[in-house]
């Protein structure tokens, strides 16, 4: 599969020493900021110009040769939503939570779990309902990316997510170690690969009763994060409301914070914009064709992650998104709304990577 240009950071490129890509063992640097020279040009003689004809001939017979036969590269699919409106969407808050209850009333429980992971540390757990909606961004979405188009997804069941990004000290709990670069038993653990995530799923299902946890599909993960909302973050589109929250480049002072500070979303879910990316289960795709719901046994190596982070931006960026040397580009909470994609190998670690389980709204 053919992959979008990868762009460097060379400041996390010091936290995390070895080959990025194949073939890439160094940061590429930023794109310079192209500044125009007027000079001035000599008359061009009769002769000049007809060569200047020949040659503009020859290189559009040539273009054509290449567009027609050499580029392979898939279309981008049409931006209307496919399969037509979402049923019941978007919806506001109030309606969400009604939702959720219901939800957890249907369950015969509450709308919030907790699961005992021993040495006094919990993991807390939020109903998310069945639904459908339109994954992806509008075209009139500012700063949209064209890998998120619109189109419908059904959440046939409804699951436990947790309210937080897993911390260090449930990571502690299960893996009996933890890599983060910034420490704190409340901080989201990070410096863990999709690998890593697996491992920590598999060894939270042999300790707990309820077996069945694992990744967010990257529907899932959408869905949960905008708890009805169409706009470009849960709460809205505003960019000054985002540090509300979210922990994000403007008030990170670079760097992870704990869990759980910032407001929730209509679903008491915590953090999914800002603090560390969240690793989701499905295989990436540069425009979406299914895999968006398929599981973690799907086959791929790339693997998606979602919300931003704590940092200024992420380490890809889609082919179509404006020069990221540009400031407006760089730093702006573009990276947390609710549609945003970004992908990474599955072995890759980065001091911005995490997760946040879920698991069966039925094993309960
Ligand atoms: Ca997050």
């Known amino acids: 599969m053919a992959q979008p240009p990868k762009l460097g950071d060379a400041g996390v490129f010091a936290q995390n020493p070895g080959p990025r890509w194949p073939g890439c063992t160094s940061a590429p640097a930023p794109v310079p900021t192209r500044v125009s020279q007027v000079t001035a040009r000599p008359r061009a003689s009769a002769s000049t110009w007809c060569c200047l004809a020949a040659l503009v001939i020859l290189a559009t017979i040539l273009s054509a040769l290449v567009n027609g036969c050499g580029d ?18 978007p919806f506001d808050a109030a309606e969400a939570r009604r939702r959720q209850a219901e939800a957890a009333e249907s369950l015969g429980g509450k709308v919030e779990q907790q699961v005992d992971l021993g040495g006094g540390v919990k993991l807390d ?15 009139s979405e500012a700063q949209r990316g064209d890998d998120e188009s619109q ?43 999709w690998d ?15 077996r069945g946890f694992r990744l967010p599909t990257e529907a899932e993960w959408e869905w949960a994060c905008r708890a009805g909302a169409a706009t470009r973050f849960s ?33 008491g879910l915590y953090d999914m914009h800002g603090n560390v990316w969240e690793w989701c289960a499905s295989p990436f795709t540069s425009h979406y064709d299914g895999n968006e719901s398929k599981s973690e046994d799907a086959p791929g190596r790339f693997r998606v992650l979602r919300g931003g982070s704590w940092s200024y931006r992420p380490r890809y960026l889609p082919s179509a998104h404006p020069d990221w040397s540009l400031p407006d580009v760089r730093f702006n909470p573009r990276y947390c709304r609710s549609a945003f994609r970004v992908w990474d190998p599955s072995e890759y670690r980065l001091d911005d990577y995490g997760c946040r389980v879920v698991c069966s709204a039925r094993t309960f």
């Open 72 to 89: 392979t590269s898939p279309a981008p699919p049409p931006v209307t939503a496919a399969g037509g409106p979402a049923q019941g969407w």
């Open 125 to 139: 757990l939020a109903l998310v309902p069945a639904g459908q909606f339109l994954m992806g961004s509008p075209v």
């Open 151 to 193: 189109h419908q997804v059904t959440i046939s069941k409804p699951f436990w997510m947790g309210k937080y990004e897993v911390t260090q000290e449930q990571w502690q709990a299960i893996m009996g170690s933890n890599p983060s670069r910034f420490q704190g038993s409340k901080n989201p653990v990070e410096m863990v690969s």
């Open 196 to 210: 890593d995530c697996r491992s920590f799923v598999a060894k939270l299902n042999e300790k707990v009763t309820w």
């Open 235 to 267: 709460f809205g589109d505003s960019d000054t409301s985002l540090a509300e929250y979210a922990w994000f480049d403007w008030n990170s002072s670079s760097r992870t914070h704990q869990v759980g500070e910032k407001k929730p979303n209509a679903w």
